[in-house]
């Protein structure tokens, strides 16, 4: 499938690997991994031919398909699932051909276009494309809507999935799960284990290596080897790897130590002239057996808190959501009731579908968001270190970190800044260079550096380990773990989240409540509900057209029972409802949500109608919900 013959590449003056042999095969699923800049992304730029390597070459099959996930998206006026259609060239070209033959009511062109969809199977493009969508967490009502409308990170999903809507054998991921929610890295994880082709996935989420990945590719100083497994594999293969190096090495400097001896003593005494250079031969042709060289690893501490007060923050009785306009009327409830309260010590994991209110609930356990109903008690010495997920956007192009440092603390002495960020690896002259040219993964660590300055009693962190590589997860999840204050964290890397969290809250359809179960317990129930989502919104997308289809065939009615058919009409009429009604509150709350933060003319009126449309929403949906209930159980007994 791939091969790499004495592959060597540079970036300028620096050489990131040489003399890379080796094969790729047809059906692996290889996990590349290595530290920030070790030449990860250069590697997939050279497998698809963007830049020349300096010496090798690697061989591909004449007919290879490739596909790979664009790193930019223009503002586009085309509809998401129709961007995401456009990764099949050839279906898109044909369906576009359709609807235009259909408007100029050219019946042969229908007919020539109906033959090249048969021809490339692509009657069932639009549904295998809205699948995707929906696997990455884009509501139904949402895939019409323009791309330029979507943030960046939205934006990301979006390449995602028209990168796996393109027809390929082999398939470049770069960072897939950045930005994406729990639910959506176990849908892409199941997805691509299915991916009949080969897949190569730049990746710092371990849990997901693990669960996909066959074999992994280490770039590690200049080199490239390939060890089976997943990441925990790699990781045990290359410990014992690197034991029996230092092993073989001591062994070797014994013998250098013992050959050199006899040749000092007696090089000089004819008697034993002709052993000491038979000895020095020996010498000669040693190995010449490296020693293991100890790699420097990123250590961070979050300070001892000033004071630990024991009950931190309490949510009574709340309703959490937004509100748009002075006037008090225009609200979404996104959460309703909640009661919560963390303690000193806590190391709570909030757990929930995308778009359930995750992030709903954080920003009004920080004060972010003011409630609804309800009180919210923040003890007086509660700090809280909040990090969102659009932190690092935040810091300030042009400033150096110690310019972020002097922003929060302005009397504090430059030396005690760089002491500081001397432990959060910026070094150095690193402290006094703008953050322009920072990567991702270090503005997330300056960004994590600025909380932990302010000493903080409790953590609110919301995805923070988009772009930090696998060594600073690592160092994160250690800092946590020592860290004397409380936790509060949403993340979809389920590694991170299972060493720092022994406490879990679950947030889904409204509620917030405690969830006893493990991450594994935790996924399947995911699964499942996910696939009685795919279900309702296969229906629901199917709209009017939906009551037509004929159902599945029933098995002989029992005389006994002869309302069964209706009731299961009825039921699935009730589901079909129930997946449209989640869909379009997940647009008005997305929508609501803009509007409290962007304000402006009309702001309070658009949300006031925006509100009241959502009110209605979830009236409906509780009298459907307890329809349902009632029809399942009719059903069961029957």
Same mark, same amino acid.
């Given at each position: 499938m791939l091969a790499f013959k004495n592959l060597a590449l540079r970036r300028g003056p620096r050489l990131l690997f040489s003399e890379v042999d080796l094969a790729l095969h047809a059906g692996w699923r290889v996990g590349v991994v290595g530290r920030n800049g070790c030449g990860k992304s250069s590697l997939f730029a050279a497998i698809r031919g963007e830049i020349e390597p300096d010496r090798g070459d690697i061989d591909r099959p004449a007919r290879l398909r490739m596909a790979s996930v664009a790193q930019?998206?223009?503002?586009?006026?085309?509809?998401? !699932?129709?961007?995401?259609?456009?990764g099949d060239a050839e279906v898109h070209a044909a369906l576009r051909l359709e609807a235009e033959a259909m408007a100029a009511e050219d019946y042969e062109r229908v007919a020539e276009a109906h033959a090249r969809l048969a021809e490339l199977k692509g009657y069932d493009a639009s549904a295998r494309a809205a699948r995707l969508l929906h696997g990455l967490g884009f509501p139904p009502h949402t895939h019409g809507m323009p791309v330029a409308e979507f943030s960046g990170g939205w934006r990301v999903r979006l390449n995602v999935a028209r990168a796996l809507m393109t027809p390929s054998d082999l398939l470049l991921l770069d960072e897939p799960t950045n930005h994406l929610d729990l639910d959506a890295v176990l849908w892409l994880e199941e997805w691509l284990r299915s991916y009949p082709g080969t897949l190569l996935v730049i990746s710092h989420d371990r849990e997901f290596l693990d669960g996909l990945c066959t074999h992994t590719l280490h770039l590690h100083?200049?080199? $490239?080897?390939?060890?089976?497994?997943?990441?925990?594999?790699?990781? @045990?293969?290359? =410990?014992? &790897?690197?034991?029996?190096? &230092?092993?073989?090495?001591? /062994?070797? &400097?014994?013998?250098?130590?013992? !050959? &050199?001896?006899?040749?000092?003593?007696?090089?000089? /005494? =004819?008697? /034993?002239?002709?052993?000491?250079?038979?000895?020095? /031969?020996?010498?000669?042709?040693? $190995?010449?057996?490296?020693?293991?060289?100890?790699?420097?690893?990123? @250590?961070?501490?979050? *300070?001892? *808190?000033?004071?630990?007060?024991?009950?931190?923050?309490?949510?009574?009785?709340?309703?959490? +959501?937004?509100?748009?306009?002075?006037?008090?009327?225009?609200?979404?409830?996104?959460?309703?009731?909640?009661?919560?309260?963390?303690?000193?010590?806590?190391? !709570? +994991?909030?757990?929930?579908?995308?778009? $359930? +209110?995750?992030?709903?609930?954080?920003?009004?356990?920080?004060?972010?968001? *003011?409630?609804?109903?309800?009180?919210?008690?923040?003890h007086p010495d509660a700090v809280i270190g909040y990090f969102a997920q659009h932190t690092v956007e935040s810091l300030h192009e042009g400033q150096t970190p110690i310019d972020h440092l002097r922003m929060i603390a302005p009397e504090a002495p430059t030396q005690a800044f760089r002491d500081f960020l001397g432990k959060w690896n910026f070094p150095g002259d690193r402290a006094f260079e703008p953050i322009d040219g920072f990567s991702g993964g270090e503005r997330a660590r300056l960004a994590l550096a600025l909380i932990a300055w302010r000493r903080p009693n409790v953590l609110l962190l919301d995805e923070p380990t988009n772009h930090l590589d696998l060594e600073m997860r690592e160092a994160l999840a250690e800092a946590l773990a020592d860290f004397e204050g409380a936790i509060v964290m949403v993340s979809h890397d389920r590694h991170l989240i299972g060493l720092v969290c022994d406490r879990y809250v679950r947030v889904a359809d409204g509620r917030v409540e405690p969830y006893d179960e493990d991450l594994d317990a935790y996924a399947a129930w995911l699964r499942q509900r996910g696939n009685a989502a795919n279900v309702r919104a296969k229906a629901a997308g199917a709209g009017p057209a939906a009551k037509a289809e004929p159902a599945a065939r029933p098995a002989p009615a029992r005389p006994a029972r002869p309302v069964d058919a209706a009731t299961k009409k009825r039921y699935a009429a009730v589901e079909v409802r129930l997946a449209a009604l989640a869909a379009e509150a997940e647009v008005l709350d997305a929508e609501l949500a803009a509007i409290a933060v962007r304000g402006g003319a009309g702001a309070a009126q658009t949300a006031q109608s925006l509100g009241q449309r959502r009110q209605a929403l979830v009236a409906e949906r509780e009298a459907l919900e307890q329809e349902w209930l009632e029809l399942a159980e009719k059903l069961e007994a029957g």
């Open positions: 930019e998206t223009p503002a586009l006026p085309d509809a998401a !699932l129709d961007f995401v259609l456009s100083e200049g080199r $490239a080897r390939l060890y089976p497994g997943g990441y925990t594999a790699f990781e @045990r293969q290359r =410990a014992e &790897q690197l034991r029996l190096q &230092q092993i073989a090495f001591e /062994k070797e &400097q014994a013998e250098r130590a013992h !050959l &050199q001896a006899f040749i000092d003593r007696f090089k000089a /005494k =004819a008697s /034993k002239a002709r052993q000491a250079q038979s000895r020095m /031969k020996r010498l000669e042709k040693l $190995a010449g057996t490296e020693a293991v060289r100890a790699e420097r690893e990123v @250590r961070i501490d979050f *300070p001892v *808190p000033a004071k630990q007060p024991t009950t931190l923050i309490q949510l009574r009785g709340a309703d959490c +959501g937004y509100r748009a306009g002075d006037d008090g009327g225009a609200v979404a409830k996104i959460l309703g009731q909640v009661g919560l309260s963390i303690e000193a010590g806590d190391r !709570l +994991g909030l757990l929930g579908p995308n778009g $359930a +209110g995750k992030s709903t609930l954080v920003k009004t356990l920080v004060g972010e968001l *003011p409630l609804l109903s309800g009180e919210r008690v923040a």
